[in-house]
């Protein structure tokens, strides 16, 4: 169940870096957008931190 999990956050971290790089923001600008900070973003993207649904909201209406 944690390998899953963990595949699971990578995998959302992997999808929201590819997306993120092709329309050109940086973490600085993702973060400051989600009033974030740039490690949690960082975090996010290697699979090592998940997000609220709200966040992950967000995220889909930055990108």
Known sequence: MENERKEILQTIGKNIRTIRLSRGI????????????????????????GASLQTLVDICNIL
């Open 26 to 49: 940086t973490q600085e600008v993702m973060a400051e957008k989600l009033n974030k900070s740039i490690n949690f973003i960082s975090l996010l993207e290697k699979g090592s931190s």
